[in-house]
C-alpha cells in the first residue's frame, strides 16, 4: 500500500469515526457543549492577558448556540468580566459569590496572595493573577525550573496545595 492509500483509510476510518459519533450526538434530547478557553477556543501564549479567540471558534460557539435544546458554555479559571461566560471554574457565575465569602476566608485569601508574591519574587517569568477565591499562579512565561510549579509549597499547611491546570 502506497502513503498516500495509507493516509486514505485513516481519513476514511476517522470520516466514519466522526460521523457516527455525530451521529449519537444529533439524538440525544438535551446537549450540552463545554469548552475551556486558554488552549482550546484560544491558542496559549505566555501572557494570557493576549490570548484572542480563532475566528473560527467563536463561529462554531455561536452557530452551537443557536440549536435548539443545545446549551453552550464556556469553563475557565479567567474573570467573568474577561468572557461574559463563567469564571472563577463556575463559582463567579453568580455576581454576588465574592460579598458572601467568610471574613476568615477573605483574610486566608489576601495572605495567600501576600505568601505567593514573597516566594514568586525569586522565579523570574511567573505572574500571579489574582481572582475572587484564589490566586493563580503562571508559570509559561517563566523557564528552567521555574517553570515547573514543584516550587510552590502549600501555603504554609493553609491549603491543600499547589492545583496545576
Same mark, same amino acid.
Given at each position: 500500500?502506497?502513503?498516500?492509500?495509507?493516509?486514505? /483509510?485513516?481519513?476514511?476510518? #476517522?470520516?466514519a469515526?466522526? +460521523?457516527?459519533?455525530l451521529?449519537? !450526538?444529533?439524538?440525544v434530547? $438535551? =446537549?450540552?457543549v463545554?469548552c475551556?478557553y486558554?488552549?482550546?477556543?484560544a491558542?496559549l501564549?505566555?501572557?494570557?492577558?493576549r490570548?484572542?479567540?480563532?475566528?473560527?471558534?467563536v463561529?462554531?460557539?455561536?452557530?452551537?448556540a443557536t440549536?435548539?435544546?443545545?446549551?453552550?458554555?464556556?469553563?475557565s479559571?479567567?474573570a467573568?468580566?474577561?468572557?461574559?461566560?463563567?469564571?472563577?471554574? /463556575?463559582s463567579?457565575?453568580d #455576581?454576588?459569590f465574592?460579598? +458572601?465569602?467568610a471574613?476568615e476566608? !477573605?483574610?486566608?485569601?489576601? $495572605? =495567600?496572595?501576600a505568601?505567593?508574591?514573597?516566594?514568586?519574587?525569586?522565579?523570574?517569568g511567573?505572574?500571579?493573577?489574582?481572582?475572587?477565591?484564589?490566586?493563580?499562579?503562571?508559570?509559561?512565561?517563566?523557564?528552567?525550573p521555574?517553570?515547573?510549579a514543584s516550587?510552590m509549597?502549600?501555603?504554609?499547611?493553609?491549603?491543600?496545595?499547589p492545583?496545576?491546570?
Amino acid at each position: 500500500m502506497s502513503e498516500p492509500e495509507g493516509r486514505a /483509510g485513516l481519513t476514511d476510518k #476517522l470520516d466514519a469515526d466522526v +460521523r457516527a459519533a455525530l451521529s449519537r !450526538i444529533a439524538r440525544v434530547p $438535551q =446537549l450540552l457543549v463545554a469548552c475551556d478557553y486558554d488552549g482550546t477556543l484560544a491558542p496559549l501564549v505566555d501572557d494570557p492577558t493576549r490570548a484572542e479567540p480563532l475566528p473560527e471558534a467563536v463561529a462554531a460557539i455561536r452557530a452551537l448556540a443557536t440549536l435548539p435544546q443545545t446549551t453552550v458554555a464556556v469553563v475557565s479559571g479567567r474573570a467573568l468580566r474577561d468572557l461574559a461566560t463563567l469564571g472563577s471554574h /463556575g463559582s463567579e457565575f453568580d #455576581l454576588g459569590f465574592i460579598q +458572601r465569602l467568610a471574613p476568615e476566608m !477573605i483574610e486566608l485569601h489576601r $495572605q =495567600l496572595f501576600a505568601d505567593l508574591v514573597t516566594i514568586s519574587n525569586d522565579h523570574p517569568g511567573v505572574r500571579l493573577e489574582v481572582k475572587p477565591a484564589s490566586v493563580a499562579v503562571h508559570t509559561r512565561g517563566a523557564s528552567g525550573p521555574s517553570r515547573n510549579a514543584s516550587w510552590m509549597p502549600s501555603a504554609a499547611g493553609r491549603s491543600p496545595g499547589p492545583t496545576s491546570t
